[in-house]
């Protein structure tokens, strides 16, 4: 009667085992995020930049489609022409938002970027995306971003102090970390819907920063950072691996 015990717990064994492993060999492999990314402007060496954006979502083993929009030049007064679509947001799972056009005013443009965000489209915001349209009356691009911010402190080494320790975006990123070499943007005002989840402290000042948020712009979430001027940032494997776990967070996925 053991012995029977005994085969029949084998064979129940090797039924689970088979069926885990043909569970496992039916996951779906991961699909792949649909990511728009608006380039260019002044001030910044952008297709360093979106290479580097490009082989550290690969290197982080998320897959990835890229459709990169590189218009306007280097000045900073521009309109691209890719948002002249009323459908442009239309295929894309998340908006990575690195441009430099502070004087850029005109709102009707600027409502046709905005407009998809907040009806869903989400964003990830880097560093002068903060000063894009910095000139225009309107708030509704400051309102996407989630901070206002129109000048920014010399470049320096800033230490990043985490204040949101469990925020799935900063878990893996080490407290004190210091960004080597970049702009400590000055923000004049963190929206309501806005959350930081990182600050720096002014060495002209003293006064501390939101320097990593996180956003809600109507039905979009939107994570944000005001780093990544200098190439030296992006080759920091720790804030490219901020950007990705930002954007994997904004996407909900």
Not at 7 to 16: F, K, P, V
Not at 111 to 116: A, K, M
Request: some cysteine.
């Amino acid at each position: 009667m053991l012995r029977r015990h005994f085969t029949l717990a084998l064979c129940a064994l090797s039924l689970a085992c088979a069926l885990s492993a043909s569970t496992h060999a039916a996951d779906p492999e991961p699909k792949p995020l649909n990511i728009l990314l608006i380039t260019s402007g002044c001030c910044h060496d952008y297709d360093f930049q979106t290479k580097s954006l490009q082989l550290a979502f690969e290197k982080a083993g998320v897959p990835a489609n890229w459709t990169v929009v590189n218009e306007g030049g280097t000045g900073t007064d521009a309109e691209i022409d890719f948002y002249g679509e009323t459908d442009w947001a239309k295929g894309f799972d998340v908006c990575i938002h690195n441009e430099c056009f502070a004087s850029t005013t005109d709102a009707e443009y600027i409502r046709s970027i905005t407009g998809p965000h907040f009806n869903g489209l989400p964003a990830v915001v880097i560093h002068c995306a903060m000063h894009t349209y910095r000139d225009a009356k309107i708030d509704d691009w400051r309102k996407l971003l989630g901070v206002t911010s129109k000048r920014h402190d010399h470049q320096s080494s800033y230490k990043v102090d985490v204040v949101a320790t469990d925020h799935p975006i900063m878990k893996s990123f080490p407290d004190g970390h210091v960004i080597e070499l970049d702009e400590l943007y000055v923000i004049e005002k963190l929206w309501p819907s806005a959350t930081s989840l990182a600050t720096s402290t002014s060495e002209k000042t003293n006064k501390k920063h939101p320097v990593i948020w996180t956003n809600q712009f109507g039905k979009a979430r939107v994570f944000g950072t005001t780093y990544g001027h200098s190439n030296k940032t992006f080759e920091d494997p720790v804030f490219l691996n901020l950007i990705v776990n930002g954007t994997v967070w904004a996407t909900s996925k």
